[in-house]
């Protein structure tokens, strides 16, 4: 019975696989257009989603002070509904962004005929880890909220700032050299 | 019914391999088209021997099915070649999945016929038509796997090719575990799941492979001053600090 379970349940994934490839819709290829939304995620991730400021803000036990001492309990409920919304959104952003980075990764390695299989797959796991990683502090900010844990915000707001230190430097090689300028496909303005 | 579902076969088949002389794509997919012209070959001395020695049909049956299978190998080959080729690093990747997934068959192979108790001739040909569908199964599960991880960009020609083989192979091996479990009294799931299947693969290549449609190329490599193996240690110093700091602050 195990045997039989096995194999249909590799059919189905088989079956399954061909459904999602069937359906995916052709992605734009080119390697400036790749480097343009890399540079865009990359950029986000620093000035927009990582920055010590605008974490702390949106993780600010004073706001929440602020709002339970003097606005009534309704206004109290909404200003904790809508942070939780804000703090998930801002969650999910930078999933989204990292995402973009590892399409480009993927984009570049793809091409490489020295790939190691071994680098390939620690590579893979790590991904899905930090992924998986964001998935989690979503699922903690849906179910106990911006401020269910004092410490949640300190250590997430220092984790940012390193985040934010960190990228400039290992991400390095997105900074194309002088003479490589990226055009923005859609305005025409310089990238680089 | 059956009757039906074979003339239908052999109209597909025809119609594939005349649209195929016509857009010149028999050089272009020769494993395909190679697979293409076993299957009708098959299909038409199958027919023949239905008719003049019906006794000779099973015996024929299970030769014809082992032969195409085995060219159905090459459609694997030419996805490999048609999609993969133009990006070296993805095809290594590929390459080594697919030899590491075969090795790993082997050995299973090797330890289950030693351990599995006998079985009757019949069983025995359904349960080796099974595994070897097991092993294309994977082996085109671990292809789409690579072409889905790193988005390899794929044809009209290649994608319905790729979909129509693996809607085949799918429902084969499905069809083939459930009659090796169940035994013979459920022939008739056999009889009628792989033929219509197959006419809608067919189907599903008739369209596909109508006209030529090139796969798509790889756009131009951006200009990146390092290697692969610095790139790749410095994404993964980068995704290991990240993971880091958020299980910090997702634990705390």
Redesign the interface.
Known sequence: ?I??IF??L??????A??F???R?R??I???????VEARQALSALQSGLLPRELVERIFAREDLEYVASHAPPPVHKLFLDERKQVALSWARQVRAA?LH?R?F?????????????R??L???I??A??LF??R??EL?VYWRGPYA?G??V???T???A??CA??EQ????LN??A??V?VHPMTGSQEG | METVLVCAGILLECMILVRALQQRLLARYAYFYSYALSVLLGTLLLSAVRMIRPSLYPTYYWSVQFVTLLFGYGILLEIIQQVLSP????E??AR?TGVGLLAGILCFALVYSRLAPGASHGQFVVEFE?DLR?VQ??L??SL??V????????GRNM?GM??GY??Y???S??S???RA?AGAWLATLWVFAQPISFTISLAIWLVALWSYAPN?????????????????H??????????T??????R?
Not at chain 2, 216 to 232: F, N, R
């Open positions: 019975m045997q039989l194999f249909l590799l059919g189905a994934l088989l079956l696989s061909l999602f490839l069937a995916r052709p992605r290829e080119g390697g400036a257009q790749a480097m990292i980075l399409r990764y993927l984009g570049k390695a793809r091409l490489y005929a020295g790939l190691e299989f680098t390939e620690e590579l893979a790590d991904f880890l930090l990683a964001c989690v502090l903690v844990a410490r949640m300190g250590s997430t220092l984790a940012a390193r985040i960190i990228t290992a991400l390095a090689f194309p050299p003479s490589a990226a | 990006y070296p690093g993805a290594r990747f080594r099974r097991t199964t994977l085109l599960f789409l796997a072409i889905s991880y790193y988005g390899i960009p794929v994608k790729i979909v693996g809607l192979v799918g429902t091996l499905i083939l575990a459930v479990y798509p190329a790889p756009g131009p490599a951006a200009d990146l001053e390092e290697d692969y193996g610095t790139m790749a410095r994404t993964r110093a980068m995704i290991n600090l990240m993971r700091h958020l299980f910090k602050s997702v705390s």
